[in-house]
């Protein structure tokens, strides 16, 4: 069974920046391909970044070149870099894995997610 275990969320101010991270188990993250979701109050699941097993990264456009995701297979964990903070981006940030080695959007798995809130 996969599990995933986010860290790193918290309350910044616009502008700020903020590093997530998601511990996997076993050898997740250097087999699976891995994403990054968040949901902000009343709204549906949104994904932010992605990354394959082989390292291809893809992102949501409204996020591309504030944000980098990354990962450290030795360690088994995945990586969600956040600079340049909008209120907007205040929400549950979730990760997930998926079995394929490319993401396809359809996560296997689900962390139980990390708050970040940025203010104006």
């Known amino acids: 069974q996969v599990q995933l275990v986010e860290s790193g969320g918290g309350s910044v101010q616009a502008g700020g920046s903020l590093r997530l991270s998601c511990a996997a188990s076993?050898?997740?993250?250097?087999?699976?391909?891995m994403g990054w979701f968040r949901q902000a109050p009343g709204k549906e699941h949104e994904g932010v970044a992605s990354?394959?097993?082989?390292?291809?990264?893809s992102y949501a456009d409204s996020v591309k070149g504030r944000f980098t995701i990354s990962k450290d297979n030795a360690k088994n964990i995945l990586y969600l870099e956040m600079t340049s903070l909008k209120p907007e981006d205040t929400a549950m940030y979730y990760c997930a894995a998926s079995y394929g080695r490319t993401w396809a959007g359809y996560p296997d798995h689900w962390g139980q997610g990390t708050q970040v809130t940025v203010s104006s």
């Open positions: 990354i394959d097993a082989d390292g291809s990264t």
């Open positions: 076993g050898n997740t993250v250097s087999r699976y391909s």
